[in-house]
């Protein structure tokens, strides 16, 4: 139950992500088109895609933990016993979840205070750029549970063989 859950959270980023990728490339396309044949640009086709980038770049964070597709040191890791490998995962987890925790809690304190910035060209409330920040530690939270999760059963079975 819990890792249907966070595979169809993970799907739902995924087409939200992919959804904003290919707007940010209209919109970048667009811009070079009115610059080449119009001579002019439009000053919210960059802030719009500069803001879809963060977004798109803070939601994937999360999705890559799902994948597995985060840096890691598996060839130095592996040499240990399954024991220390079990707590080295367990160190790493503690430690990114850590640091997630500190990235809601300081992309809440973002998101809080610039409601009342307006961003310049859209006129959008600045935190809702900002809220990606969250919302992100939190997607990351949650797959980096449901990746350990799935570690620790494969090493239980990997040590009773």
């Known amino acids: 139950m819990w890792s249907k859950s966070i595979r169809a959270l993970n799907k739902g980023t995924e087409n939200f992500t992919m959804?904003?990728?290919?707007?940010?490339?209209?919109?970048?396309?667009?811009?070079?088109v009115s610059r080449a044949m119009f001579s002019t640009s439009f000053s919210w086709t960059n802030e719009l895609a500069r803001y879809m980038m963060v977004?798109?770049?803070?939601?994937?964070?999360?999705?890559?933990?799902?994948?597995?597709?985060?840096?890691?040191?598996?060839?130095i890791v592996e040499r240990f016993s399954v024991r220390w490998q079990k707590f080295i995962q367990l160190a790493v987890m503690v430690i990114c979840i850590s640091f997630f925790i500190i990235l809601i809690v300081t992309g809440l304190e973002f998101t809080t205070s610039s409601m009342?910035?307006?961003?310049?060209?859209?006129?959008?409330?600045?935190?809702?750029?900002?809220?990606?920040?969250?919302?992100?530690g939190i997607l990351q939270i949650l797959n980096?549970?449901?990746?350990?999760?799935?570690?620790?059963k494969s090493k239980e079975t990997e040590s009773e063989r």
Request: no cysteine; hydrophobic share 60%; net charge negative.
């Open 19 to 32: 959804i904003l990728l290919v707007i940010m490339v209209l919109l970048v396309f667009f811009q070079i």
């Open 55 to 75: 977004w798109l770049a803070f939601l994937g964070g999360g999705i890559a933990f799902q994948h597995n597709a985060h840096i890691g040191i598996e060839a």
């Open 116 to 136: 009342t910035q307006s961003s310049p060209a859209l006129n959008i409330p600045m935190g809702l750029v900002y809220l990606a920040l969250p919302i992100s």
């Open 144 to 152: 980096v549970v449901d990746l350990n999760l799935n570690y620790f």
